[in-house]
T-cell receptor
Framework: DTTVKQNPRYKLARVGKPVNLICSQTMNHDTMYWYQKKPNQAPKLLLF???????READTFEKFQSSRPNNSFCSLYIGSAGLEYSAMYLC???????????FGPGTRLLVL | AQKVTQTQTSISVMEKTTVTMDCVYE???????LFWYKQTASGEIVFLIRQDSYKKENATVGHYSLNFQKPKSSIGLIITATQIEDSAVYFC???????????FGTGTKLQVVP
């Protein structure tokens, strides 16, 4: 089973309000990732967890937070959504960091 | 720094033909890993095929194969006997041997027409 699940699938948020996205995987993968995907752009890595260690990209360090309470779950938290956060947010996991990734169906976030 | 470039923005091919999508990469590492993913109309991204830099033989999975040209830093994806359902956006990605994450290209949109 290579299933990665994400909730919700669609999210409407107001500018300035917080957003919390959830991801889960049952493959016992040690690494979980969050990407932001906008049309006609490459998936942009926001952060990833290797086991309990969080790694965040330098340019998104203050914008996104995350938690991984156990091996299976990982959340992405936006404290104050801006219009520029409207995008598809993709969660992925891999058995080893940087290797073959299995993606969830994504959460489409629209900020108004 | 690692970089992945897909210059083909969009390709249209007839059903049942063969198509090649290009990808070039830049890295200082002697060891690296190359991946191709497919994003369907629903937005979901699916792993297709992988090539490890130390392997000389081109990877093949089903009707997907790779054209790995190491001297040219190129990893082309070949789809034979294309089907309508192959219509999607295809992403190339690379992870450096010393790195911890994959860098993606901007993708190539493939349209397969009857």
């Amino acid at each position: 089973d290579t299933t990665v699940k994400q909730n919700p699938r669609y999210k409407l948020a107001r500018v300035g309000k917080p957003v919390n996205l959830i991801c889960s995987q049952t493959m016992n993968h040690d690494t979980m990732y969050w990407y932001q995907k906008k049309p006609n752009q490459a998936p942009k890595l926001l952060l990833f967890y290797y086991d309990k260690i969080l790694n965040r990209e330098a340019d998104t360090f203050e914008k996104f937070q995350s938690s991984r309470p156990n091996n299976s779950f990982c959340s992405l938290y936006i404290g104050s959504a801006g219009l520029e956060y409207s995008a598809m947010y993709l969660c992925a996991s891999s058995r080893e960091t940087g290797h073959t990734q299995y993606f969830g169906p994504g959460t489409r976030l629209l900020v108004l | 720094a690692q970089k992945v470039t897909q210059t083909q923005t969009s390709i249209s091919v007839m059903e049942k033909t063969t198509v090649t999508m290009d990808c070039v990469y830049e890295t200082q590492d002697s060891s690296y890993f190359l991946f191709w993913y497919k994003q369907t109309a629903s937005g979901e991204i699916v792993f297709l095929i992988r090539q490890d830099s130390y392997k000389k033989e081109n990877a093949t999975v089903g009707h997907y194969s790779l054209n790995f040209q190491k001297p040219k830093s190129s990893i082309g994806l070949i789809i034979t006997a294309t089907q309508i359902e192959d219509s999607a956006v295809y992403f190339c990605a690379m992870r450096e041997g010393s790195g911890t994450y994959q860098r993606f290209g901007t993708g190539t949109k493939l349209q397969v027409v009857p």
